[in-house]
């Protein structure tokens, strides 16, 4: 009777086309990783599913096994530019014993500190014709809660006065748009650039002066917001 010899395990997930991979990313992320670099360097609508299939090292039919389509893809890099920073608001609202200042200095230095520190400026995406779509519905609504609850901040900072719609999205814009700016100077900060916990204080001090807090008040504020989760 010829001997029994056991069988190899199973392979999960899917093959690469090119091998392991020598980063320490999951396959999935591999994807999202390829992804942004795609498009906001070529541009979404110029970016195929193949060549970031190609990119990631993975074949095109083995990409599908994570990403349906590439609006899938989309939605996900941009829900992560979004939902850490709503899981804060929604933590930080919750403490009402604590100064709405710096809560808001703290929510604002963490949205920004989190644009800021990612490889590629997702933030530029926000704005493309496709994000209009149906499938973006989730990342346009947890954007839309991040914004009430700067709105909210701001209520409780100076209650009852006007003109607080047009200052939240001018504040909503100050921290996408300021961010947007400076994370192309270098990397890593010093002389070449700006340091990530630099960028996210100054638009955290930027946020308050347009809450309208004096300097001692936002000093105090920055204080107090570096002790909050």
Same mark, same amino acid.
């Given at each position: 009777?010829?001997?029994?010899?056991?069988?190899?395990?199973?392979?999960?997930?899917?093959?690469?086309?090119?091998?392991?991979?020598?980063?320490?990313?999951?396959?999935?992320?591999?994807?999202?990783?390829?992804?942004?670099?795609?498009?906001?360097?070529?541009?979404?609508?110029?970016?195929?599913?193949?060549?970031?299939?190609?990119?990631?090292?993975?074949?095109?039919?083995?990409?599908?096994?994570?990403?349906?389509?590439?609006?899938?893809?989309?939605?996900?890099?941009?829900?992560?530019?979004?939902?850490?920073?709503?899981?804060?608001?929604?933590?930080?609202?919750?403490?009402?014993?604590?100064?709405?200042?710096?809560?808001?200095?703290?929510?604002?230095?963490?949205?920004?500190?989190?644009?800021?520190?990612?490889?590629?400026?997702?933030?530029?995406?926000?704005?493309?014709?496709?994000?209009?779509?149906?499938?973006?519905?989730?990342?346009?609504? !947890?954007? *839309?809660? /991040? &914004?009430? #609850?700067?709105?909210?901040?701001?209520?409780?900072? =100076?209650?009852?006065?006007? +003109? %607080? $719609?047009?200052?939240?999205?001018?504040?909503?814009?100050?921290?996408?748009?300021?961010?947007?700016?400076?994370?192309?100077?270098?990397?890593?900060?010093?002389?070449?650039?700006?340091?990530?916990?630099?960028?996210?204080?100054?638009? !955290?001090? *930027?946020? /308050? &002066?347009? #809450?309208?807090?004096?300097?001692?008040?936002?000093? =105090?504020?920055?204080?107090? +917001? %570096? $002790?909050?989760?």
């Amino acid at each position: 009777m010829a001997a029994q010899h056991p069988r190899p395990p199973a392979r999960v997930g899917r093959p690469r086309a090119l091998g392991p991979s020598e980063s320490e990313l999951s396959p999935r992320d591999e994807v999202l990783a390829a992804a942004a670099e795609l498009f906001t360097e070529n541009g979404y609508a110029a970016t195929t599913t193949r060549a970031v299939a190609e990119k990631a090292g993975l074949r095109q039919a083995s990409m599908y096994h994570y990403f349906a389509r590439k609006e899938d893809i989309l939605a996900t890099l941009l829900e992560s530019t979004v939902e850490p920073s709503l899981r804060l608001a929604t933590a930080l609202l919750a403490r009402p014993g604590a100064d709405p200042a710096a809560r808001l200095w703290a929510l604002a230095a963490a949205d920004a500190a989190l644009l800021h520190r990612g490889l590629y400026n997702l933030g530029a995406l926000y704005q493309l014709p496709e994000v209009r779509g149906e499938r973006f519905a989730g990342f346009r609504g !947890a954007r *839309a809660e /991040l &914004r009430a #609850a700067y709105g909210e901040l701001l209520e409780l900072i =100076a209650p009852g006065e006007p +003109g %607080r $719609e047009l200052r939240c999205d001018l504040l909503l814009g100050l921290v996408e748009g300021g961010v947007a700016v400076v994370r192309d100077r270098g990397r890593g900060g010093g002389e070449d650039g700006y340091g990530t916990a630099e960028v996210g204080a100054a638009v !955290a001090d *930027a946020v /308050l &002066r347009l #809450a309208g807090c004096d300097r001692a008040a936002r000093e =105090a504020a920055a204080r107090a +917001g %570096r $002790e909050l989760p």
